[in-house]
């Protein structure tokens, strides 16, 4: 095979490379981000396995280091916050429950069984997907609200807790305030003391004088 020939195929092949990578990035940018499966392009229910593999072929094909890509950066972001969800414990559990949740609601909505036939065809999976969406976005929006009271809350908190602060640090400034002028106040009184008592010595000898 000629030289040239080697090197047309070579660059079809490299094109071929960078479409695939464009049409992935383009895919994850376009996938529900609150829908951790759906960045990652898996089923609910696969093992840890898959979810690693998955991502790291995925994070090799569209890593912003070996793609001129733009938006390469933030569909990485994205694949890589999706694989961390799908691994906490926790987060996967809340994505499955809303996935469940939308199934059961979409079914009740149709008014069939789960064994009924159109479960299983490919536009009751699409309407899932779509009454998936809704469910995150609800969860999404309660969570928020949820934090936002919380903080609402702790904002309340640590403004009773500073005024408490604030409080304390006033008796304690005013108890040293007092204390600090302790002496001077001995002072005065001892002084009002010595007064009165001379007062007193001079009415004393005024009567005195008078009786004499």
């Not at 991502?55 to 890589?80: C, G, M, V």
Request: hydrophobic fraction near 35%; aromatic fraction near 4%.
């Amino acid at each position: 095979m000629a030289n040239d020939e080697v090197d047309a195929l070579n660059a079809l092949e490299k094109e071929a490379k960078e479409y695939d990578k464009d049409a992935e990035i383009d895919r994850i940018l376009k996938a529900f981000k609150l829908d951790a499966y759906a960045v990652l392009d898996l089923q609910p229910g696969v093992p840890d396995s898959d979810i690693k593999v998955t991502y790291r072929k995925k994070s090799l094909l569209i890593h912003p280091d070996k793609t001129k890509n733009p938006q390469a950066p933030e569909a990485f972001d994205r694949l890589k916050k999706a694989e961390s969800a799908l691994m906490d414990e926790k987060q996967r559990k809340h994505l499955d429950e809303c996935i469940t949740d939308a199934r059961h609601l979409l079914i009740r909505q149709k008014k069939i069984t789960v064994d009924d036939e159109e479960v299983k065809t490919d536009e009751f999976l699409k309407e899932w997907r779509r009454k998936t969406v809704e469910v995150l976005i609800d969860a999404e929006a309660r969570r928020r609200r949820q934090m936002k009271a919380q903080m609402q809350e702790e904002g309340r908190e640590q403004a009773k807790a500073d005024a408490e602060l604030e409080e304390r640090k006033r008796k304690r400034d005013h108890e040293k305030d007092w204390e600090s002028t302790r002496e001077v106040r001995i002072g005065s009184w001892r002084d009002f003391q010595k007064g009165e008592a001379k007062k007193k010595d001079g009415l004393k000898k005024k009567k005195m004088k008078v009786l004499g």
